[in-house]
């Protein structure tokens, strides 16, 4: 097959082949399982998209009632995961499986593992080396904003623009003094995304405020 029918778009995932979408290391070359699994979701959403499914359902929420204060200490202690059993090396030339299937007992314990990053992620502030990510908690806000339209004859009038929502209680900012934007927080972002470039930047010196493009200065 010629390499180049397996060619996509940077924008998208979908190779010269009608149907056939590509993403991973298959895509772009040795990369992270993080960026790897973000392929994946977003190949999903392309093929959704281009199957014109509706799948607008709504979701079922499932409040662990669990306190910022409980997940911080739940990350912060290292559970071992559960002894997988596997078949012999010697016996492995068939179609066996060789990781067997775990019982319920394991399968629950094993699940007790999990960091509810859902609620919690945090993982750009522990990964970068200058801890120039750091965590805040804020109540949801939801602004209809306005912009202003001149007609160029002197006169003008107050129009909707967009709205502005935030919806998560937990928010990252990024101090800008602290960061030399070295890309440790967006290899190892979940949701593939670049703290430093994408969060508030904060400046902690009228100097640094000065001379930055974009961001806001912390007096106090």
């Given at each position: 097959?010629?390499?180049?029918?397996?060619?996509?778009?940077?924008?998208?995932?979908?190779?010269?082949?009608?149907?056939?979408?590509?993403?991973?290391?298959?895509?772009?070359?040795?990369?992270?399982?993080?960026?790897?699994?973000?392929?994946?979701?977003?190949?999903?959403?392309?093929?959704?998209?281009?199957?014109?499914?509706?799948?607008?359902?709504?979701?079922?929420?499932?409040?662990?009632?669990?306190?910022?204060?409980?997940?911080?200490?739940?990350?912060?202690?290292?559970?071992?995961?559960?002894?997988?059993?596997?078949?012999?090396?010697?016996?492995?030339?068939?179609?066996?499986?060789?990781?067997?299937?775990?019982?319920?007992?394991?399968?629950?314990?094993?699940?007790?593992?999990?960091?509810?990053?859902?609620?919690?992620?945090?993982?750009?502030?522990?990964?970068?080396?200058?801890?120039?990510?750091?965590?805040?908690?804020?109540?949801?806000?939801?602004?209809?904003?306005?912009?202003?339209?001149?007609?160029?004859?002197?006169?003008?009038?107050?129009?909707?623009?967009?709205?502005?929502?935030?919806?998560?209680?937990?928010?990252?900012?990024n101090i800008a003094n602290f960061c030399n934007e070295c890309g440790n927080c967006n290899?190892?972002?979940?949701?593939?995304?670049?703290?430093?470039?994408?969060?508030?930047?904060?400046?902690?010196?009228?100097?640094?405020?000065?001379?930055?493009?974009?961001?806001?200065?912390?007096e106090k």
């Amino acid at each position: 097959m010629d390499n180049d029918l397996l060619k996509s778009d940077k924008s998208g995932y979908q190779t010269k082949i009608d149907n056939i979408f590509i993403g991973g290391d298959a895509k772009r070359n040795a990369a992270t399982a993080i960026i790897a699994i973000s392929d994946g979701r977003r190949t999903a959403e392309e093929i959704i998209e281009k199957a014109k499914l509706n799948l607008d359902i709504p979701r079922e929420i499932n409040d662990k009632k669990v306190s910022k204060r409980d997940l911080i200490i739940k990350k912060a202690k290292r559970v071992a995961a559960p002894e997988i059993h596997e078949t012999n090396p010697n016996d492995r030339q068939n179609f066996k499986l060789v990781s067997k299937t775990l019982d319920q007992e394991t399968i629950v314990e094993e699940a007790s593992r999990c960091l509810y990053c859902d609620e919690l992620c945090n993982i750009c502030t522990t990964v970068c080396p200058n801890f120039a990510n750091y965590s805040y908690d804020i109540d949801p806000v939801r602004y209809e904003l306005q912009k202003i339209e001149f007609d160029g004859k002197g006169s003008y009038k107050l129009e909707d623009d967009f709205v502005f929502e935030v919806k998560q209680t937990h928010q990252i900012l990024n101090i800008a003094n602290f960061c030399n934007e070295c890309g440790n927080c967006n290899t190892f972002c979940p949701t593939n995304s670049a703290p430093y470039k994408e969060k508030p930047k904060v400046h902690i010196t009228i100097d640094s405020f000065d001379n930055a493009p974009v961001g806001f200065y912390l007096e106090k």
